[in-house]
């Protein structure tokens, strides 16, 4: 019984010890994960500048499309010397 108690006391004492290199860990830990978080927010803030840029792209042509074709219209039905 008293093994049993001396071993649990060892015990105890040894995982206090360990807790200070615990908490630095969990420190370093959070850190890093604070670090791979501003990552990921810089990532996506990328990811959506380029979508926006993408339907931009697309908006401006299917705009000149637009355009195009209502000019063409315009030269076909309306513009031509009338009979």
Known sequence: LVYVIMEAVTVSTSTDVSLSSYDEDQGSK???KA???W???QSLHMSAHLIHMCV???G???GA???GMG???YKEFWARPKP
């Open 60 to 62: 401006f042509v299917v």
């Open 65 to 67: 499309m637009t355009l």
């Open 39 to 41: 990552g990921l927010q």
């Open 30 to 32: 959070h850190i890093q």
């Open 71 to 73: 000019y063409s219209m």
């Open 35 to 37: 670090k791979e978080a």
């Open 56 to 58: 931009a792209a697309q």
